[in-house]
């Protein structure tokens, strides 16, 4: 007995927003990482600029979730997706203005290209780039084998930022005259850190809209 | 693009000389459903019934003001309220079937209009239970009296008799007070569905149901209307205190 | 104590009473339909029902009295019911509740009701066969004595007068029970008022018109007074037409137990006649009761 619901086209739509939030935000990084890697400051001038089109998805987002809260009255798995959707919104919009901070940091390192192959940010990149795609795989299918392979890389990305930000540290005792470069260093390996930490709660969020149960601060 | 439907101003409505609607302005696009809402006794089933004029079946009603339906004045002298009432049909609280075959009761309507060829009114029967969602479930026993439907089932029976006279217009006065939730979403979804061909105004004592099912909210209070909106406005930001409290539950 | 002791003397004594008279009224009710069957059982016969009376009608059968009491009630009901229900249709349908011509009309109707039947049997003579009558006779008849007597018409129309308040207050209360949403539903359909009452109200309520009109026919089966003056016969020896008068039941009764020339003889006779009288509007007032029960029974609903 499967009734026809009248909101049914309302989370339809809401469903394909958000995936289009997520690979908008997943082009997002994937070229600002690009950037990075090749120096490009045409790339990074797109990505800065794509963010206006990124921040309307996510106002308008904010919006049906409001109208199906005021209208619809949503119950069980509904409730939980509708929750889960304002929340993973909210963290694909900080992962794309962290790609925008990261594109703006490009220009500073021209001229030291041969450091940052030195560190493994380009590694980074990488995992960074992985992540993201079970992110994207994650919240078109939500297949919770996804959700465990994040936490897991998240985990190794938050390891390995730590080790190149204590390796920079040590270089800026020695070397003054990277500190302004090692800075920008720092803060872009810092903003990977926390895209990655944004991707864990959005595996955290799907967990929720398919097993109900909230497994963030659990370990 | 919204073509206004029908259309009030200024009107005023008393009950043997007791003001029961103030002043009411307001304009209902077509092929939309417009929810009333308010307490009971605000006039919002008086305001719905004032739009087919069933309130000339009760003494001492007094009409003041201009009610127009596409554009003409429906409390004019030379309007036949017969005509009038099958343009803008009505479904009601409580189903009220007749005592007759499922199949008379929709043919009830067309045959007083004059239609009597058989194979006719087959076909207005049929698509007008088609049309309220009810034909699967009654097609084998069309002939069998209309009482022995269940009370969900009535009420949409009730609505493909009103849809068998061919309206442009169809008030609701809570059309699903008194069905249990499963029969009341299927009322609420064949509203939805109804309203690509007709005018819905419904009247409903259930505020989620407004906010499910209709495009326009109407508040009403004390015989006034209080606030008129898109039904998202309505129920995120309403204009006005009143309406706040009373869709938060809050009145009184 | 005392005083307590006397409230319950006092309380023993009323209940003691109003049993009796309760038990009295039974008995009567008993009785009398004991006599009347013990001596009526008797003459209960196929024979007896449908043959003429013989010898000066100490022998033979009741036929044309049941005939006639049949003739009666028909023409009765056929000018009774349509007149009573159009009355009642009006009354619920069209006048407002308070408006003073439903008041007057209600008024006329009670009255109607309170009048004793010998009254509406002075004017039915008065009414129809010296006036109505008369007139018919004088103007169509050149004066010849045709109209302007007692005969079966003058008489069913009489009775039909006297039943009328049984018939408009059953139908009136028969179309109260359908429900005010069936009007309302027919008249957003686009139907006229007329169309409402004819295709939705009366269907409706056609069992409480037949339960006043058997309520009416019951009544009408029994009186005597109104057709006594206006078409009752004392003997006939062939079957009424429209324009003749009439025997019929009750009246039968009467002679039999007070004209008679050998009342002593007519006795089985008149119990068996008082038996099949009281048969009939025993089961047509039953009839009613069953009817109106249902109805009931579908307002509850």
Redesign the interface.
Known sequence: ME?????DSELDKLAHKVKLMCSQVNHQVNDVILALNTNDLVLAKKVIANDEYINNLDVKIDKLC??IF????PVASDLRYIISALKINNDLERIGDHAVSIAKRIEPLQEYEQLIQELGLELIGEKTKNIFSDVVELVNGHNLEFAEQITIKAQEIKEECREIASTMLTEMMHQSEIVVVAANILIIINLFERISGYSTNIAESISFVVNGEIIKHKK | MIVEKIHTENMFLYYSGKMALNNISIQIPEKKVTAFIGPSGCGKSTFLRSLNRMNDLIDGVKIEGKVMIDSVNIYDKNIDVVNLRKKVGMVFQKSNPFAKSIYENIAYGPKINGINNKHQLDEIVETALKNAAIWDEVKDRLGDSALGLSGGQQQRLCIARTLAVNPEIVLMDEPASALDPLSTAKIEELIVQLKEHYTIVIVTHNMQQAARISDNTAFFYLGELIEYDKTRKIFTNPEKKQTEDYITGRFG | MINSFRKNIKGIVIEGITLVSAIIIIAIVIIMLVVIFIGGKSQLSWEFLTSFPTEGMTKGGIFPAIYGTALLVIIMSIAAVPFGTITAIYLTEYAKENSIIAKTIRFAVRTLAVIPSIIYGLFGLGFFIKFVGANVDSAFYGGTLRWGQPNLLWASLTMALLTLPVVIVSVEEALKTVPQELRAASLALGATKWQTIWKIVLPGSLSGIMTGTILAVSRGAGEVAPILFTGAAYYLATLPGISDQFMVLGYHIYVLTTQSANVDQTLPIQFGTTCVLLLLTFTLNMSAVVLRYRIRKKKNH
């Open positions: 009734n026809y619901r009248i909101f409001q109208k005021a209208l619809q009255q």
